[in-house]
């Protein structure tokens, strides 16, 4: 269903965001594209450790990454992250998501009951 | 006034439920029945207590299996408005188990988010369907009733720990 795709989705994004490193590199990344070098300057890491960082953020997609080979400049991937933009949106899915559940409950408890005794 | 429309601080979900509304209003305010669908896909709904009065507490503790583990978070509030079986509203904010608030950046939210929320449900009888409007709005810092909200907490905290030997 998706809603349940979009709740996954939802979650990897959060994931990728509760981390002030990262809503740093993010910060960085929406005033132009940068990259590994430049996104690690203004952090006391090893690049190694700003890597990570920026794989999480990719695989999030709230990021993504150039193909010239020796730079690889990062850009922040607008559409990913408008969608989690606001909590309101962000609680969006998750009402939308319960609201089904209800339904079926719904159905199930208001089903007429005794099955056993088929016509 | 919190009826403002800044979309950016509220959700507003309209749905029909094909049921009365005397058991749409048991799904929000009997524990048993708010269990059976609150959780989102995946997690479940282990507490729910309400006090159905104005004034009175809710709890409710989700629990949620992450490839991280086990996952439990609390959510405490007050209801504002009972109107049976029309209107509902509360007020939500993350907490520990205990019932203290937490703030939503240090339970890992991202920023942004309001320590307090507010749910408003309305609901209508049309023949055999009820129509829900829900809203959830956040309560601006500083406002009078995020400003209560917090007081009523403090003197909890302090309720609590002077319970402690």
Sequence with gaps: MTVAIDDERLSATFAALASSTRRAILARLAEGAATVNELAEPFDMTLPAISKHIKVLERAGLIRRGHRAQFRPCAIEASRLREVSTWAEQYRSIWESRFDQMDSYLAQIQAPAGREGKP | ?165
């Design chain 2, 1 to 165: 006034m919190t009826d403002d429309t800044d979309s950016s601080n509220s959700v507003v979900i309209e749905r029909s439920f094909d049921a009365p509304i005397g058991l749409i209003w048991k799904m929000w305010t009997d524990p048993e029945h708010f269990k059976a669908w609150y959780g989102p896909e995946g997690a479940a709904i282990p507490v729910a207590d309400f006090d159905m009065r104005v004034g009175g507490r809710r709890f409710v503790g989700m629990e949620m299996t992450t490839p991280n583990g086990l996952m439990r978070m609390w959510f405490t509030g007050e209801h504002l408005v009972i109107t049976e079986p029309e209107r509902l509203v509360y007020t939500e904010s993350l907490s520990d188990e205990n019932g203290n608030v937490q703030s939503p950046s240090s339970m890992g939210m991202p920023e942004g988010h309001p320590t307090t929320t507010e749910v408003r449900v309305a609901l209508e009888q049309t023949n055999a369907h009820t129509r829900m409007v829900l809203r959830h709005a956040g309560i601006p810092a500083g406002s009078p009733g995020e400003m209560g909200w917090n007081m009523a907490f403090d003197k909890l905290a302090t309720y609590v720990k002077s319970q402690q030997p």
